[in-house]
């Protein structure tokens, strides 16, 4: 089992206008993979909450992964991507850029997310979109890489190499 949290960034969702979706989308998806969610917030689009969030999940629960929701799009109050590169050690390009390519088989919209993922410590952060058909095909795309990879950052993996 995975220690996971999920972070949703919605202003209109922290102040009840909104019920959120996407957070409990990623939880119906991956209910039976593995993960725990042992926390889950609403918070408002605020950059210095967003790292405070990041950092106390990474380094005080020390989760093994954060699922962040929103906050990725063109939008002047968007900054889930640049929140999320402030408090990483390590950007893992691949994850986004698989999100981005698997997202644009089905619309073009999907090149305008500005979505990122990195690794605090021990610990693996992904932004996915704010919508849940965008959390869907997100996690479609990453899901049969990503136990691999959270198996090699939290040292289970063994003979990375070997089929």
Do not use: W
Request: proline letters at 4%; one cysteine or more; glycine letters at 10%.
């Amino acid at each position: 089992m995975y220690k996971a949290g999920i972070l949703i960034l919605s202003d209109k969702g922290a102040c009840g206008q909104r019920e959120d979706l996407s957070g409990q989308q990623i939880k119906e998806l991956l209910a039976d993979k593995g993960f725990d969610f042992c926390f889950y917030e609403v918070i408002p689009d605020e950059k210095e909450l967003i790292k405070e969030k990041l950092i106390m999940l990474c380094d005080k629960l020390k989760l093994d992964i954060i699922f962040t929701s929103g906050g990725t799009g063109f939008s002047h109050r968007d900054i889930t991507p640049e929140a999320t590169l402030e408090v990483v050690d390590k950007i893992t390009p691949g994850i986004p850029e698989a999100i981005r390519y698997y997202g644009m088989q089905k619309t073009p919209k999907a090149m305008l997310s500005r979505a990122v993922a990195g690794i605090r410590s021990h610990t693996l952060i992904i932004n996915l979109p704010g919508s849940v058909k965008g959390v869907r095909e997100s996690l479609e795309a990453i899901m049969p890489a990503l136990e691999h990879g959270l198996e090699i950052l939290v040292g289970s993996a063994a003979e990375c190499g070997q089929e």
